[in-house]
């Protein structure tokens, strides 16, 4: 036993990965096999080592706290993150085991599959530029590989994945010329050596940081670039668009906090062009995706406009600090329970639906119909996902603040601005909610001969599964409010009311 | 040899990728213009190595493992073209494809499926 | 160095960035794609022989290995769609067919949103670039070598080596995956 914990203590804080390296391993030795039950005991073993990796993750931030090298660095934000990314992962595992389990391709896929988790744990914990670089690029080579894999069986999805993938080759290409602007204005070799050197006027620097900031912006599809990004999940299999969803841009998101700190060096300069700007954008963006979703009938297109919402919130958290209406450690929370909101309401929804459309055929609005009365349990199930989204409220409280203590005109033109546009959002989102809810509990259209519809029906762990989540989504609040009366709950030594950053 | 002239080539060839990008009808073309956008990261490093740091190895590393992920990211993409070249829809790619074409059924009403 | 070297090497610095930058427009508005490729290639010599001027040619070498694969693949490719053309495109004069005021349009904006670009960074740059305290020439050269920048990237980076090395094996399992498909 002292020698585990000797050479635990020797790789940290490499355990999680090395655990799934060696998965690698033996999954490759299984590459071509198409045997049920080797399947069946590989996908066991992936989700085992996933498991295995998320322990050890938060086993070695215990054990021997932050760590600091050459290449990466590893703290608790980095825990937290690798942790939901893990989380993730093991419910895109989910999804991809219950759509591909019977292809000849499914033990390759798993091997991609794991290998990008590895990358995307790089990207993560890298503090060099060449790693993060490197993970980044292979990470997004990998998401192309096991794409163009889950969607093999489908002729017409080259060009879309093709148009879809460009993309992110081109964030690719323009973080290799930032890198090499960045290099002209001194020998750094990561984001930490450029703070330190307190020379951020250099104009090399805000070049590279320019040309980084279109990288994000490509990479995350935001308004008007979303064409590529919403044909390819309208036609993909969901086994693909799950993994665009929740591993694609959770990494994706990842990646820009790593930059968040050269960003709000010069939000703190005050520059109102600046903060104009990013409220601009930031609003349009939110705008453009809620009109969207609302001006269309496929389930797909209204989740993946509904989705870019919520992406663009991160921007709508920077544009409020650098509004002045909130300060940095909150920013970070919001930026966390945004992530939070996404992954825990969009995974059961993202269940629930694909369901449906495999069941029923066809992606549209018309095929929830009835659903709630139908199947009462799922309807509960789904309002309750629904009413999670009405957590967006909290991003009032920053803006009360000022009505109840302070001036309001404190806020400034942009601080008010952000407010009047962030609640025609908020309604934008509610009419969504609303039209999607209205079609469950609307009455089911009668067939052909005027039968009575039958009722949908789920297989029975995804009555587990969203079961799951939905306990989560009750919970927290729940133990939010009574942290916030001072009950003390003894069997968690946590409270999210006094959780900061 | 001039610092200021290698910069500003450097930019120049940055700019003709990115027009090209936007200018480029076909999928050959929008790789062709990607190559600029690497050209001109490769010569800031080799060019901001010779004429800033003479002794740093830091670019000729970047640049080694940089522009092979790089080339092999694109090769890959080059396969699957290659590799599925009979499909339908493909033909779009070689007559009409930019990169950033924005259309109204992008973000208004249906996609024509 | 002597004066004949560095009149050399000055010429030759001067030459391949024209001839980059003439190659490179050439590049982009010939439409025969084959000529475009040709062009393209002639563009990597003369970033190749740049990298000579700033003592770099190692990297002409290795990096130029990957280099040479993606231009073969993309050659072979353009040669076999040019050869196995379909029957509805191979008329030229079925090509397809854009309005002159599209065409038009979609040179003048992205070259206007270029150039507003290219002139702001200017002023933004060439201030800064005045000040900047360039290497003399005079000084001793350091030609990096393979065995530095092999002990250089073993000693610090063999991590990357490994994840680099990694995705080629999977790269090999997808080409697998993708090519079982297609049969």
């Excluded at chain 2, 990211?73 to 494809?97: G, R, S, W």
Aim: one cysteine or more; charged letters at 15%; proline letters at 2%.
């Amino acid at each position: 036993m002292a020698f585990l914990f000797e050479l635990s203590e020797s790789v940290n804080p490499f355990q999680g990965l090395i655990v799934l390296s060696v998965t690698i391993l033996i999954l490759s030795l299984f590459a071509v096999s198409k045997n049920k039950v080797i399947k069946k005991c590989l996908t066991a073993l992936v989700l085992f080592s996933t498991a295995a990796a998320f322990l050890l993750n938060i086993h070695s931030y215990a054990l021997c706290g932050n760590f600091s090298g050459f290449l990466i660095f590893f703290g608790s934000v980095q825990m937290l993150e690798i942790g939901i990314i893990i989380f993730s992962a093991v419910n895109v595992l989910f999804f991809i085991t219950m759509n591909r389990k019977t292809e000849g391709n499914f033990v390759k896929e798993l091997i991609l599959f794991v290998f990008m988790l590895i990358c995307a744990e790089f990207i993560v914990i890298s503090s060099n530029f060449l790693l993060m670089f490197t993970s980044l690029s292979i990470f997004i080579l990998t998401v192309f590989q096991l794409v163009s894999t889950l969607n093999s069986s489908s002729g017409e999805m080259v060009t879309h994945i093709l148009r879809f993938i460009l993309r992110p080759t081109l964030t690719v290409i323009f973080f290799f010329s930032g890198f090499s602007m960045l290099y002209g204005a001194q020998d750094f070799k990561n984001f930490s050596q450029v703070l330190e050197s307190g020379d951020l006027s250099n104009p090399f620097i805000s070049i590279s940081l320019i040309l980084f900031g279109i990288a994000l912006f490509l990479y995350f599809f935001l308004f008007p670039l979303q064409g590529p990004y919403i044909k390819m999940i309208k036609r993909g299999s969901s086994a693909s668009n799950a993994v665009i969803w929740f591993l694609y841009f959770p990494v994706g998101f990842f990646l820009f906090l790593k930059l968040g700190s050269l960003y709000s060096y010069f939000i703190e300069e005050n520059n109102i062009y600046y903060s104009a700007i990013l409220a601009v954008a930031a609003l349009g963006f939110m705008l453009a995706g809620n009109i969207g979703a609302v001006s269309t009938k496929s389930l797909r297109r209204m989740k993946s406009f509904l989705f870019l919402f919520f992406i663009s919130a991160f921007l709508f958290n920077i544009s409020m600090y650098s509004a002045g209406i909130i300060n940095k450690g909150s920013m970070g929370l919001f930026n966390f329970l945004n992530i939070l909101i996404i992954l825990f309401s969009f995974m059961p929804l993202y269940g629930i639906f694909s369901s449906i459309e495999e069941d029923k055929g066809k992606d549209s609005l018309v095929s929830i119909r009835g659903l709630g009365r139908n199947n009462i349990y799922a309807g509960i199930n789904i309002v309750i996902i629904f009413l999670s989204w009405s957590g967006l409220i909290y991003y009032l409280k920053p803006f009360m603040n000022f009505f109840n203590g302070g001036n309001f005109l404190d806020m400034g033109v942009i601080g008010i601005a952000l407010l009047i546009f962030f609640l025609i959002c908020f309604v934008f989102l509610a009419i969504n909610v609303l039209r999607i809810l209205i079609c469950i509990y609307k009455k089911a259209s009668g067939g052909a001969d005027g039968e009575k519809q039958e009722k949908i029906l789920f297989p029975k762990f995804l009555y587990v599964y969203i079961t799951f989540f939905s306990i989560v989504i009750i919970v927290t609040p729940v133990v939010y409010l009574l942290g916030r009366m001072g009950i003390d709950i003894a069997f968690i030594d946590f409270c999210i009311s006094e959780f900061s950053f | 040899m001039n610092f200021q002239l290698m910069v500003f080539f450097n930019l120049i060839l940055l700019l003709i990728g990115v027009f090209g990008i936007f200018y480029s009808r076909d999928i050959i073309s929008v790789f062709v213009s990607l190559q600029f956008i690497i050209i001109s990261g490769f010569i800031n490093f080799i060019g901001f190595s010779r004429f800033l740091y003479q002794h740093s190895l830091w670019d000729k590393i970047f640049i080694i493992s940089g522009v092979t992920i790089i080339y092999f990211l694109l090769f890959c993409i080059i396969y699957y073209l290659y590799l599925k070249n009979d499909a339908p829809e493909t033909e779009e790619l070689y007559e009409e494809f930019k990169i950033f074409r924005i259309k109204k059924e992008d973000w208004w009403g249906e996609d024509g499926i | 160095m002597s004066f004949i070297s560095r009149l050399i090497i000055i010429l030759i610095n001067y030459i391949s960035i024209i001839g980059l930058l003439v190659c490179g427009l050439f590049a982009l508005f010939i439409k025969d794609n084959k000529r475009k490729l040709l062009f393209l290639f002639l563009c990597f010599l003369f970033a190749g022989l740049l990298s000579f001027v700033y003592y770099s040619d190692i990297l002409f070498f290795t990096a130029g290995i990957m280099m040479l694969f993606f231009f073969m693949l993309l050659y072979l490719f353009v040669l076999q769609k040019d050869f196995f053309r379909r029957p509805g495109s191979g008329d030229p004069g079925k090509e397809f067919k854009v309005p002159a005021r599209s065409k038009i349009l979609n040179i003048i904006i992205p070259f206007l949103c270029c150039a507003a670009a290219g002139y702001f960074i200017y002023e933004y740059v060439s201030g800064f670039l005045k000040g900047v305290k360039v290497a003399e020439d005079g000084g001793n050269i350091f030609i990096a070598d393979w065995s530095d920048i092999s002990n250089y990237f073993f000693t610090n980076y063999s991590l990357v080596l490994i994840i680099i090395t990694a995705s080629l094996f999977m790269s090999f399992l997808w080409f697998l995956a993708v090519k079982a498909r297609e049969k």
